[in-house]
């Protein structure tokens, strides 16, 4: 069996921690190393059930700090990157572009040099894997599809930051032969997400009784996968995925808001034991995101056909895990809502 040592970037966080998990357990021959900055939206709490593992390593410190990243490479000598520290929402983005600038721009060029720096011109075996979104393809009409040769077109301070760093990326294969994956997912959902997203959210507020507050006329549309789906799609890209290729990945589920909120709604209903459309009555239409996209939807023929992959749950299945996991873990949420949550939600919602 192979001995590996691998760098994941951002595995406190949402999908991070999914990737750091199945990558513990399913491979004990490889280190695994958990750099995270444990910004608001980085949890340790998300990792407990692995963090006493002895392939296991967690690493505090920012992609950001170029002599932090240099000595982690020189001290554990990675062989391969599954890049996921990011600045991860698009309203915070239109809030404060700069900071998105700083972590998903500068802070991959300083991962990029880093292993280039380390692993040389002769990269036998060496891999920088890079999660990217699909909204760098902008947005689509009615109809269609974002394939791997869909132009870039990104729309939020938040797509264009992730679009940069997909080009870096490209730009160091192509300049010094590293070695690289992209891929670019559809929006996930699924336990630990931070209540600042949608789905999170709502589920939050439906416990709190608190306003549902819908974008706009709610007629957005977004492809959503479960994201453990998502990390078993990273397992397979990243051990027989293509180098120096891209590959999308989406849930084939594309929902409307407004669709979506009611169903997430009849669900909370039975679990909370409210009586039918109870929850429903939170629906509150506020104003519209700055720049919103109208529909992302991810042709995912590519990662299917090549390697085999394709969602294990369906929509429905995955939505009321994601509930059942809110409700039986009140302690996480409490804890992640209080402090600076409460300022961001007032500025966000209330001002
Ligand atoms: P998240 O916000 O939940 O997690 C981001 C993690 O990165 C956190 O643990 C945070 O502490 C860490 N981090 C932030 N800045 C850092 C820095 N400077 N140095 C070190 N660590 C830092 O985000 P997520 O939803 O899990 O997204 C992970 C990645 O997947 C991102 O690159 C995102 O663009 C991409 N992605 C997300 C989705 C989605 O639907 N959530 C879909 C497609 C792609
Ligand atoms: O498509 C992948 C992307 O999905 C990821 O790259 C991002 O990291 C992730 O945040 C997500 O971006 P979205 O902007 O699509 O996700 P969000 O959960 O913020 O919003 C989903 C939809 O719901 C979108 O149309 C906006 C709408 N919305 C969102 C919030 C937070 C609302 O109507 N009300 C809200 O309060």
């Known amino acids: 069996m192979i001995k590996r040592n691998i760098l994941i970037t951002g595995g406190a966080g949402f999908i991070g921690s999914h990737v750091v998990r199945l990558f513990v357990n399913k491979y004990k021959n490889y280190n695994i190393y958990n750099l995270d900055d444990l910004t608001y939206s980085g949890n340790l709490e998300n990792l407990l059930d692995v963090e006493s593992s002895q392939n296991y390593k967690f690493l505090k410190g920012s992609i950001n700090d170029a002599n932090v990243i240099n000595n982690f490479f020189e001290e554990y000598e990675f062989d391969a990157v599954i890049h996921l520290a990011a600045e991860s929402h698009v309203d915070r983005s239109i809030a ?58 990104p729309n939020s301070p938040y797509s264009a930051s992730k679009a940069s760093s997909d080009h870096f990326v490209r730009a160091y294969g192509e300049t010094y032969n590293l070695p690289y994956i992209i891929s670019n997912c559809s929006n996930n959902y699924g336990p630990n997400q931070f209540p600042e997203k949608l789905i999170p959210l709502f589920i939050h507020n439906v416990i709190a009784n608190k306003p549902l507050p819908v974008y706009g006329d709610g007629k957005y549309t977004r492809d959503w996968l479960y994201v453990v789906d998502h990390a078993y799609a990273i397992d397979l890209v990243f051990h027989k ?8 990945i989406g849930g084939f589920n594309e929902w409307q808001n407004i669709d979506l909120v009611q169903l997430l709604c009849q669900i909370m209903d039975k679990k909370l034991d409210r009586k039918e459309d109870e929850s429903a009555k939170l629906i509150s239409f506020v104003k519209d995101r700055p720049g919103h996209d109208k529909r992302y939807a991810i042709d995912a023929s590519k990662i299917k056909e090549e390697l085999e992959w394709e969602p294990s749950v369906t929509f429905e299945e995955g939505l009321e895990r994601t509930v059942d996991w809110y409700l039986n873990n009140e302690i996480w949420l409490k804890n992640v809502t209080s402090g600076k949550y409460q300022e961001y939600y007032k500025n966000q919602y209330q001002s």
């Open 96 to 153: 404060n572009p700069f900071a998105f600038v700083e972590t998903n721009v500068l802070g991959t060029v300083n991962l990029l040099n880093a292993a280039k720096k380390y692993w040389g011109r002769n990269c036998v075996n060496k891999l920088f894997y890079h999660i990217s979104t699909d909204e760098v393809y902008g947005t689509l009409g009615e109809t269609g599809f974002f394939t791997e040769q869909t132009p870039y077109d």
């Open 241 to 248: 995925g293509k180098l120096q290729e891209t590959y999308n």
